[in-house]
């Protein structure tokens, strides 16, 4: 399971940051994504940390603003959030792949279908 918090209301310029607690698996072992879905849009990938932490991945608009983080031995996903802009406003989704240890192209870890476990999300409102 994977439960994610730390969302909410947020003025532009502004910081959040998301916690996604991860149980039933072994969290060190997997992938780790965060993805968001706006109203009437389709879910996107915001960023995703490989099972060893060591190269992370992020979209064009958020690089320089968001970090992804894992603390492994609290079984525990981070996205620290800055500089947020009105475009940033959605449901995030924190997510994991099932497979143990594994390494993917560049271009698996930003695509949905990797994931197998997702979160119920947690929403930021980003006021302009």
């Known amino acids: 399971q994977l439960q994610a918090c730390g969302g909410g209301l947020v003025q532009a310029g502004g910081s959040l940051r998301l916690s996604c607690a991860a149980s039933g698996f072994t969290f060190s072992d997997n992938v780790m994504g965060w993805f968001r879905q706006a109203p009437g849009k389709e879910r996107e990938f915001v960023a995703a940390?490989?099972?060893?932490?060591?190269?992370?991945y992020y979209r064009n608009s958020v690089k320089g603003r968001f970090t992804i983080s894992r603390v492994n031995a609290k079984n525990t996903l981070y996205l620290q959030m800055n500089s947020l802009k009105p475009e940033d406003t959605a449901v995030y989704y924190c997510?994991?792949?099932?497979?143990?240890?594994?390494?993917?192209?560049?271009?698996?870890?930003?695509?949905?279908?990797?994931?197998?476990?997702w979160g119920q999300g947690t929403l930021v409102t980003v006021s302009s």
């Open positions: 940390l490989t099972w060893g932490g060591g190269i992370t």
């Open positions: 997510a994991a792949d099932r497979s143990r240890r594994r390494t993917y192209t560049e271009s698996a870890y930003y695509t949905k279908g990797t994931y197998h476990y």
